[in-house]
């Protein structure tokens, strides 16, 4: 009997070491997206500073972008270096992830309401204003929240087009 039971005792070790395991926190749990902001560990990421509460790690940068349209104003946030999510204030109708190697995109257009459409050549996503919704850029998902989209120009002019965009994205694996 006694064998049979440290068998059984292993393999309900071994279950409950693999269920900690799968339920620590790592740095896609540590990360998430909601419908109002991106928290870290459950706190709100201020964007209007450099760094974020409970991550030593973690430093956002701040910046500018001078175009035609106006003044963009974008949020990186890195850990240990690595792009981990941008927050962005955009004159104009396009998602763009400046990150270090590449700067993927996506356009934005209203259908009705608050329900958009993002895309570029290859996919189309809908979404809704204060969803987060993943989507695939370049091979690598996203969470996207738009938290406020207004076109300035009218939709049969050419892309891109002014518009007041402000959005979250987080890197998701």
């Given at each position: 009997?006694?064998?049979?039971?440290?068998?059984?005792?292993?393999?309900?070790?071994?279950?409950?070491?693999?269920?900690?395991?799968?339920?620590?926190?790592?740095?896609?749990?540590?990360?998430?997206?909601?419908?109002?902001?991106?928290?870290?560990?459950?706190?709100?990421?201020?964007?209007?500073?450099?760094?974020?509460?409970?991550?030593?790690?973690?430093?956002?940068?701040?910046?500018?972008?001078?175009?035609?349209?106006?003044?963009?104003?974008?949020?990186?946030?890195?850990?240990?270096?690595?792009?981990?999510?941008?927050?962005?204030?955009?004159?104009?109708?396009?998602?763009?992830?400046?990150?270090?190697?590449?700067?993927?995109?996506?356009?934005?257009?209203?259908?009705?309401?608050?329900?958009?459409?993002?895309?570029?050549?290859h996919q189309n996503y809908s979404i809704k204003i204060g969803e987060?919704?993943?989507?695939?850029?370049?091979?690598?998902?996203?969470?996207?929240?738009?938290?406020?989209?207004?076109?300035?120009?009218?939709?049969?002019?050419?892309?891109p087009r002014r518009a007041l965009l402000e959005f979250i994205a987080?890197?998701?694996?």
């Amino acid at each position: 009997m006694k064998p049979m039971l440290s068998t059984k005792f292993i393999i309900l070790s071994s279950f409950f070491s693999l269920l900690i395991a799968c339920s620590d926190t790592n740095n896609a749990r540590e990360w998430l997206l909601k419908n109002d902001n991106l928290y870290y560990k459950n706190t709100a990421v201020d964007w209007r500073i450099e760094s974020v509460k409970d991550c030593n790690t973690c430093v956002i940068s701040q910046d500018v972008v001078y175009q035609p349209e106006g003044i963009s104003r974008y949020n990186t946030l890195m850990q240990s270096k690595n792009w981990v999510a941008v927050h962005e204030l955009s004159k104009i109708n396009v998602i763009r992830l400046k990150m270090p190697d590449q700067t993927p995109y996506l356009y934005v257009e209203r259908v009705k309401g608050q329900i958009l459409k993002l895309f570029d050549q290859h996919q189309n996503y809908s979404i809704k204003i204060g969803e987060v919704t993943a989507v695939n850029i370049n091979n690598q998902r996203f969470s996207i929240l738009i938290k406020k989209f207004e076109e300035v120009d009218k939709q049969s002019d050419a892309l891109p087009r002014r518009a007041l965009l402000e959005f979250i994205a987080l890197k998701i694996d």
